[in-house]
Each structure stands twice: as structure tokens, then as C-alpha cells.
């Protein structure tokens, strides 16, 4: 199995969703858990070694690991 | 009293529940495993700097970078140009209660990837 995740940063520090890509079950209850978050305000970003990671507007199930941040706000 | 190998082995956690004993284990539990997935997501020189200076860099698609303070969440960001800090911001995690580690993260993915939208809703201070 081909383990993608998400990493939801929440009080506990994170929550971590993993998919398997071939999986569509998988699939769709991380794309649902994608779309919850980010039609609550969170940003999502497509993370890669040794790259600059990415902004996310929609969830891509082939993406190998992806964060999602709740909102910033200035201090 | 531990010696310098029994200190050697303790893990992340433990060391910070003895730092911090009136902290809830749950806050410690959840720092550390904050911290981990920070310390995952930088790049080795990004790592190497928070260890040893407890700060790291971050360059914006601008190319304008930033050091990313350790030790709090608020004011921490200092705006670099040519070595020198022009300023700093402040842009947090909504909810402050958060692991700090998370904080950082979320300011170094944001820094790096929605450099505008940081810049928008941080706080400039002196």
C-alpha cells in the first residue's frame, strides 16, 4: 500500500489522515475531510522533500503529503 | 541525580515535563509531537538553525526572507533585508492555545507558500 497523508494541525498537535490512492473509499473520506477543513477557513499546502511546498485549493489524491493549517490572524 | 548518559536518553517528552512540571502532560505530549513534525518539515540547514540558535530562515516567493523566532508564537518574524531586520511581524495560529510548534509551522507554510496573504494579516511592529 501506497500510504499518502494529511497532516491537520489541531490542539493535540496534529491529526493525521492517510490514504491509499488505489483505495477509492480512502479516497473520498480524505477528500471529505479536505473539503470540511478548508470550507472552514483552513489553508491547505502540498508538502515535498526538499521543495518549497505549495497551496492547495483542492484536494489531489495523489498528493503524498499535504498540511492543513487553521487561520493565522495578526497580533 | 542522572549522569550525562541516563541524560543522553531521555526522550523529547520527558525532558519537557521535567522543564515544565506545572504543565499538563496532554500540553507536553501534544508539544512534542508538534515539535516533530516541525523539525520533519524543514530543510536540514532550517533544522541545524533552530537547534543550535533557536531560530531559521524562510524565503518567500519574493525572495525576501525571514527568521522565524523559537520561544513564542507572537512577534516573532522578523523581516530581513541584506542581513539586517527591518522590521517585525506578527501572525499567528487563531487559536493561541495551539503548540508552539505548530505555530511555527504554520508561519514557515505560510512564509513560504502564501507569502502575501502572511503579510496581509500579520501585525508590522518596529
Keep these: ?9 489541531d490542539r493535540s498537535g496534529h491529526t493525521k489522515i492517510s490514504w491509499d490512492p488505489s483505495n477509492a473509499d480512502e479516497v473520498q473520506f ?15 499546502f502540498m508538502v ?13 489524491p495523489s498528493a503524498r503529503e499535504m498540511m492543513l493549517v487553521p487561520q493565522l490572524k495578526g497580533g | 541525580m542522572r549522569n550525562q548518559t541516563e541524560l543522553r536518553r531521555i526522550s523529547n517528552h520527558e525532558r519537557m515535563r521535567m522543564a515544565q512540571p506545572h504543565v499538563r502532560p496532554s500540553q507536553i505530549q501534544a508539544e512534542a ?45 522578523d523581516v530581513l533585508e541584506e542581513g539586517e531586520v527591518l522590521y517585525r511581524l506578527c501572525g499567528h495560529l487563531g487559536d493561541t492555545s495551539m503548540p ?27
Design chain 1, 48 to 60: 515535498r522533500d526538499g521543495e518549497r511546498s505549495t497551496r492547495m485549493d483542492d484536494f489531489d
Design chain 2, 100 to 126: 508552539l510548534a505548530d505555530h511555527l509551522l504554520a508561519q514557515k507554510l505560510m512564509l513560504e507558500a502564501d507569502e502575501d496573504a502572511f503579510l496581509q494579516l500579520a501585525n508590522r511592529h518596529a
Design chain 2, 33 to 77: 509531537k508538534a515539535r516533530d513534525l516541525l523539525l520533519a518539515s524543514l530543510t536540514s540547514d532550517q533544522r541545524a538553525s533552530l537547534q543550535a540558535v533557536r531560530w531559521f530562515v524562510v524565503e518567500g516567493k519574493s525572495g525576501r526572507r525571514y527568521r522565524v523566532h523559537d520561544g513564542h508564537a507572537m512577534g516573532n518574524v
Design chain 1, 1 to 9: 500500500m501506497t500510504e499518502h497523508q494529511m497532516n491537520i494541525l
Design chain 1, 30 to 44: 480524505a477528500r471529505g475531510v479536505f473539503e470540511e477543513k478548508t470550507a472552514a477557513g483552513f489553508r491547505a
